[in-house]
């Protein structure tokens, strides 16, 4: 029996990027981009490999040749149009830019960018429409009129971001454009880095979708893990995709989706046998004692058989088809035996309950072992880390299973489940991602950490179980969800600037008591608004302390791996990895910025201009605050917003030593709470650090700023 079923031939409409295409994207501009001011997401416990560091020199790069240059590239004749490269002295592949050449390293067809030495480099930004939005000067190199992009940059190599046409896909399959590019069996997928197009082989192919005859086909039934068929020997690869086939007399469709393979034998479908031409088909020639269970091959070889719960040969002149009689001295034995194993039930089950109890008890102990359930009891009090242990069957039962209804979202190390306890309390229970020993140490810092907190601006931990393989924690419920949620919100409203100046001044005085007040310095070192709850007096509370790190206090800092958000991570600490508690200070005024304008900091390797807080630098220093301030945040109180503008642009200083402490920040945050209660009593300016004295220190700030104008060119504006 054959079947076809060919892969869905892939739309020529837009389409995401498959995953080893991004990560190899990913790969490359994490080797470039990682040598300047990060504007990329960096999860939580990722560390930057040492051979990623392009300031160690190009030769960490291989130089493409000239006759290996994937198409569209090419020298002239042999590319599409800007397209075109040149050839070193030694054969090397070189991409010419206005009046130099520069050195082509790599070149991702799926991904769609190039890697070349070069410095920063010159562009024009452009939405996903074409529309031309801004222009950044940050170099000599300039891209209009080419095919590229910036995507990312350090001192020596440049990742550029290329598509083969402009506008998206729908734009070029409405005016047949396309086609210009795109071989016959491939299709047109938008740019990810915005504006523009590029190529895609459909699926069933692989290679090259932009040469002709580039897109080959994929042999699915070499590998089984690549096609559907029940039976490896039963595939059939065709052009594009492949059939599945079951072996001659049996039933099914071939597939594993569908009804397989199997070989029971197939009564005579009356009305399909041509009369005189089939035995079995002759009522008068049929040897069958039941002659809808005949069955007759292409050599005339005829079988019979019997219908479920008879047994005999099946034919008339036979044994027959009979029932099945079992001698008396059988029954008596199978009955024998049945009394017995009845009587035998209770104790095989009650043997078999004593020693999956065993076995859980001690999987348990071996968990909690690995778990590093002795290094939490080292950490903190023996007393309170007994009181803190949860078992497995509580934790379950509160959240019934980990059910996905009760599933709340998930942070950077794990997933929150809502639990309700035996005594009616009800917990987010945080069910961690762990996949490597460093992850459990960060899992039990953690605790040990929480567990030495008392505030009421940081969430309060109950306790953790350590019982399973991926360790439980059991925090306070927080009802309202967090920042992010109420900030980044559709409609023109959101919080009310005195909510906002509110939830400000509690995370900050949440950090000055981590900072200084507890018996060690903790450096939460991921804050962020997504890590800020709100419960339902939309009361502040610091969450997600996986990332954290105590510091004794003696010490200023430590020197440790980097770890954080991009767009929060503070710049001194990623190129130097040394933490301090000025890092916190950075990644809150990234949430003053985001307070103030309700707009997202740059959290993945693209943006659409250029990161958020690069845009608020520059409007500062251009005098032009109200083009990126929330409309609502002007029509409600615009002095006190530009006092908070000043207070955010000290936390946000390059060098550690020029920010204010979470101390000073707090105290400057709540006198200007204070004046937003009682404008009439106007603003006073007596506070250490108040964001009237900051402003006085702009003259100042101006002449440290050099720093920060290379974060301006650094942190650069892709279309």
């Excluded at 969800?481 to 409203?493: I, K, N, P, R």
């Excluded at 009682?678 to 440290?704: C, F, K, M, V, W």
């Amino acid at each position: 029996m054959l079947m076809a079923r060919g892969r869905e031939s892939r739309s020529t409409a837009a389409s995401a990027m498959p995953a080893h295409a991004r990560q190899l994207r990913q790969l490359a501009l994490m080797l470039v981009h990682f040598s300047v001011m990060p504007q990329g997401a960096l999860s939580r416990g990722l560390g930057l490999p040492p051979e990623a560091d392009p300031s160690r020199g190009r030769e960490h790069w291989a130089n493409m040749m000239c006759n290996s240059i994937p198409y569209p590239f090419g020298i002239r004749g042999s590319s599409i149009p800007g397209f075109e490269v040149t050839c070193g002295p030694n054969k090397e592949a070189m991409l010419p830019i206005g009046k130099h050449s520069y050195e082509i390293h790599d070149v991702s067809l799926q991904g769609g960018f190039v890697v070349i030495s070069a410095g920063p480099i010159s562009q024009v930004c452009y939405d996903r429409n074409g529309t031309r939005t801004q222009t950044t000067g940050t170099g000599d190199i300039r891209l209009e009129q080419t095919p590229f992009s910036n995507a990312a940059g350090g001192a020596n190599l440049m990742v550029l971001n290329w598509a083969v046409g402009h506008g998206t896909c729908d734009q070029a399959l409405t005016y047949n454009l396309a086609s210009l590019h795109c071989n016959n069996k491939s299709g047109c997928i938008d740019a990810p880095s915005g504006a523009g197009y590029l190529c895609k082989c459909n699926a069933g192919y692989d290679g090259n979708p932009y040469a002709e005859d580039g897109c080959l086909d994929i042999n699915e039934c070499r590998n089984f893990d690549s096609n559907e068929c029940s039976l490896w020997d039963f595939c059939n690869n065709t052009e594009g995709g492949f059939t599945c086939s079951c072996p001659h007399n049996w039933n099914g469709d071939g597939y594993r989706t569908g009804t397989g393979c199997n070989e029971t034998p197939r009564p005579i479908n009356w009305k399909n046998q041509s009369a005189g031409l089939s035995v079995c088909a002759q009522p008068e020639r049929n040897p069958c004692t039941y002659l809808e269970y005949c069955s007759e091959d292409e050599q005339g070889v005829v079988a019979c058989y019997c219908p479920l719960g008879l047994r005999g040969d099946g034919r008339q002149r036979g044994s027959g088809c009979q029932k099945h009689h079992y001698p008396l001295g059988v029954l008596v034995l199978a009955v024998g035996g049945g009394i017995s194993l009845i009587c035998l039930v209770p104790g095989i089950i009650f043997f078999m309950q004593t020693l999956k109890a065993r076995q859980a008890k001690r999987l348990r102990a071996k968990y909690f072992k690995e778990n590093r359930g002795l290094l939490l009891q080292q950490l903190v009090d023996k007393d309170i880390a007994e009181r803190m242990m949860f078992n497995l069957e509580e934790l379950e039962k509160a959240t019934n299973k980990f059910d996905e209804a009760r599933k709340l979202g998930g942070g950077g190390h794990g997933t929150v489940y809502k639990g309700i306890l035996s005594n009616q309390d009800v917990v987010a229970i945080k069910k961690s991602k762990i996949t490597i020993q460093r992850e459990i140490e960060d899992f039990i810092n953690e605790v040990a950490i929480l567990s030495q907190i008392n505030h009421r601006n940081v969430v309060r931990l109950f306790g953790c179980c350590l019982e399973t393989q991926v360790p439980l924690l059991v925090y306070e419920f927080i009802s309202n969800g967090t920042l992010s949620d109420y900030l980044h919100v559709e409609g023109a409203l959101s919080l009310p600037w005195g909510d906002r100046l509110r939830i400000a001044l509690e995370t900050a005085g949440a950090l000055a008591y981590l900072h200084s007040s507890a018996l060690t310095s903790i450096i939460h070192r991921d804050i962020k608004s997504a890590n800020i709850l709100l419960d339902h007096r939309l009361i502040a509370k610091v969450s997600d302390f996986g990332a954290s790190r105590g510091i004794p206090i003696d010490q200023t800092g430590v020197t440790t791996a980097i770890q954080g958000t991009f767009g929060y991570l503070d710049p001194e600490y990623y190129q130097t990895s040394r933490l301090t508690d000025k890092s916190d200070v950075y990644s809150f005024g990234v949430i003053l910025v985001e307070l103030l304008t309700r707009k997202k900091p740059s959290t993945g390797m693209h943006s659409e201009c250029g990161s958020l807080i690069a845009q608020f630098i520059l409007v500062i220093r251009q005098d032009k605050l109200c083009e990126i301030l929330d409309p609502q945040v002007i029509s409600e109180c615009l002095e006190a917003a530009k006092d908070v503008a000043s207070l955010a642009l000290t936390c946000l200083s390059l060098k550690g030593e020029d920010r204010p402490t979470m101390r000073q920040v707090e105290m400057a945050l709540e006198r200007l709470l204070v004046a937003n209660k009682n404008t009439a009593q106007g603003r006073s300016a007596e506070l250490n650090y108040s964001p009237a004295q900051i402003s006085n220190n702009n003259d100042h700030n101006s002449r440290q700023y050099s720093a920060e104008q290379a974060l301006l060119l650094s942190a650069s504006f892709p279309r």
